[in-house]
């Protein structure tokens, strides 16, 4: 990205500012001068305050995701984010910390439409990709 900053085209790759790292705006240029020359002006950069060289070790370390710990508990409900199961809905059953496991109980989705064209015999070797029945209970009714 070039700032145009007071006639003088600057190299600014990137500029970042974090939530959790307040008071700090992290800069990307090729030159401590762009850095110097693009903070210039603005109201909250004071013009005593030099820019420190970031380590690149300690760049990745401020970047890094943070992940939330999740706390399940039994008999609530959850939905699977991989696998077969996908986005179907689950009950807790047990929780296992030391082990970090999990045992639930699945809902699963049944495609009625195409359990009933492959009882029938129609379109037996066609099968529709990134086809994933919505999310809902059997209905008895509509299965027979």
């Not at 890094?64 to 699977?80: A, F, H, I, P």
């Amino acid at each position: 990205m070039d700032v145009q900053s007071q006639g003088i085209k600057q190299q600014i790759k990137s500029v970042i500012t974090l939530d959790y790292l307040t008071n700090y705006i992290y800069i990307e240029a090729d030159k401590e001068a762009h850095v110097k020359e693009a903070c210039k002006g603005m109201r909250h950069i004071y013009s005593n305050t030099k820019p420190m060289l970031v380590p690149i070790k300690e760049m990745t370390d401020v970047l890094s995701v943070k992940s939330k710990s999740v706390e399940l508990s039994k008999d609530t409900w959850v939905r699977v984010k991989l696998g077969t199961y996908k986005g179907d809905l689950a009950k807790v059953l047990d929780v296992d910390n030391m082990r970090q496991r999990v045992t639930i109980k699945l809902i699963p989705r049944i495609d009625l439409k195409a359990l009933a064209n492959k009882l029938e015999g129609n379109e037996v070797g066609k099968k529709k990709k990134n086809f994933v029945p919505p999310p809902r209970f059997i209905n008895t009714r509509e299965m027979k």
